[in-house]
């Protein structure tokens, strides 16, 4: 029995990583569609993407099955459906939390490639076509859509499109490339001013991000002990559970077993990097449901 349940929970963590592999994608950024007349090309169509909800579906059901088929016990069947519904946000927060920080710094980056060269004596127009070539891969189809619209139909256009292209790091920049187009003085002192902003910002997230690994780390730490210990209960001394086979026994497991998903909720919730959209951007309707990382 014991082969069984220790079977089911690596088929079910298998199912959750390799789902996560090939179906969890980068959400496309909202508010993308621009009027096809207005930029004299066609809307830019979103990815498809599978949601992350139908994969916590498809693990919680197998947790639900592996705890009925190898313990016969409700409350093992709620704890590991519950787990299962967790597994594929926790595991696959390392990896958003990679490509924030990753965009983090590139947008950093960028934003000192585009001060260097406007101190040079360049317009902002040939800044932003000079620095396609240069920006990080992680953001040079923005900056290069970017500035073939400033060439084409200037650079309030071009803002315009910058700010509707993601709501994280895009409206702040657009905001900024604009302040320097209206200083009345040259564009190279905003410019680096964007960029200190930018600096600043991206040190707190990679701050916040140390905190949060941490965190991860100790949640991993903690769900293994206690998938340990209850493994190896259940392995040396079986009859353990027998009273809560029956009648109240199977609602007070039910009980324990909701209260450790709560706590391991809590410990998911807190142990990932969510991004912050910009001041710019209007907040979410309240009746959208929550990104579960």
Same mark, same amino acid.
């Given at each position: 029995?014991? +082969?069984?349940? @220790?079977?089911?929970?690596?088929?079910? #963590?298998?199912?959750? $990583?390799?789902? &996560?592999?090939?179906?969890?994608?980068?959400?496309?950024?909202?508010?993308?569609?621009?009027?096809?007349?207005?930029?004299?090309?066609?809307?830019?169509?979103?990815?498809?993407?599978?949601?992350?909800? &139908?994969?916590?579906?498809?693990?919680?059901?197998?947790? !639900?099955?592996? *705890?009925? =088929?190898?313990?016969?016990?409700?409350?093992?069947?709620?704890?590991?459906?519950?787990?299962?519904? $967790?597994?594929?946000?926790?595991?696959?927060?390392?990896?958003?939390?990679?490509?924030?920080?990753?965009?983090?710094?590139?947008?950093?980056?960028?934003?000192?490639?585009?001060? %260097?060269? #406007?101190?040079?004596?360049?317009?902002?127009?040939?800044?932003?076509? *000079?620095? /396609?070539?240069? #920006?990080?891969?992680?953001?040079?189809?923005?900056?290069?859509?970017?500035?073939?619209? @400033? %060439?084409?139909?200037? &650079?309030?256009?071009?803002?315009?499109?910058?700010?509707?292209?993601?709501? /994280?790091? %895009?409206?702040?920049?657009?905001?900024?490339?604009?302040?320097?187009?209206?200083?009345?003085?040259?564009?190279?002192?905003?410019?680096?001013?964007?960029?200190?902003?930018?600096?600043?910002?991206?040190?707190?997230?990679?701050?916040? +991000?140390?905190?949060?690994? #941490?965190?991860?780390?100790?949640?991993?730490?903690?769900?293994? &002990?206690?998938?340990?210990? =209850? !493994?190896?209960?259940?392995?040396?001394?079986?009859?353990?559970?027998?009273?809560?086979? %029956?009648?109240?026994?199977?609602?007070?497991? /039910?009980?324990?077993?909701?209260?450790?998903?709560? =706590?391991?909720?809590?410990? /998911?919730?807190?142990?990932?990097?969510?991004?912050?959209?910009?001041?710019?951007?209007?907040?979410?309707?309240?009746?959208?449901?929550?990104?579960?990382?």
């Amino acid at each position: 029995m014991l +082969t069984a349940a @220790a079977f089911g929970v690596l088929a079910a #963590a298998g199912v959750a $990583l390799v789902a &996560l592999s090939g179906a969890l994608v980068k959400l496309p950024p909202r508010n993308r569609r621009r009027d096809a007349q207005k930029f004299g090309a066609a809307a830019k169509p979103a990815r498809a993407t599978k949601p992350l909800a &139908l994969v916590q579906v498809g693990t919680a059901a197998l947790g !639900a099955l592996v *705890g009925y =088929v190898a313990t016969g016990l409700l409350g093992m069947v709620v704890l590991l459906a519950g787990m299962g519904a $967790l597994l594929p946000p926790f595991m696959a927060a390392p990896r958003r939390r990679r490509r924030q920080t990753k965009q983090a710094l590139a947008w950093a980056l960028w934003s000192r490639q585009l001060a %260097e060269q #406007a101190r040079s004596g360049s317009g902002l127009t040939d800044s932003l076509r *000079g620095s /396609v070539s240069r #920006a990080p891969q992680e953001i040079a189809p923005t900056i290069a859509r970017v500035a073939q619209t @400033a %060439e084409l139909h200037g &650079l309030e256009e071009a803002f315009d499109e910058l700010a509707s292209l993601g709501n /994280v790091w %895009e409206p702040e920049v657009a905001a900024g490339l604009r302040m320097a187009t209206t200083s009345g003085s040259g564009i190279a002192d905003p410019l680096l001013d964007l960029c200190g902003r930018i600096n600043d910002v991206v040190e707190l997230h990679r701050a916040r +991000t140390e905190a949060v690994v #941490a965190l991860w780390t100790q949640t991993i730490a903690l769900l293994s &002990l206690a998938g340990g210990v =209850v !493994a190896m209960m259940y392995r040396t001394n079986p009859d353990y559970f027998e009273p809560y086979r %029956e009648g109240t026994g199977q609602l007070v497991l /039910v009980g324990l077993s909701g209260l450790l998903l709560a =706590v391991t909720a809590f410990l /998911v919730y807190h142990s990932v990097v969510r991004e912050e959209n910009s001041v710019l951007v209007p907040p979410r309707r309240k009746n959208r449901a929550k990104d579960p990382i």
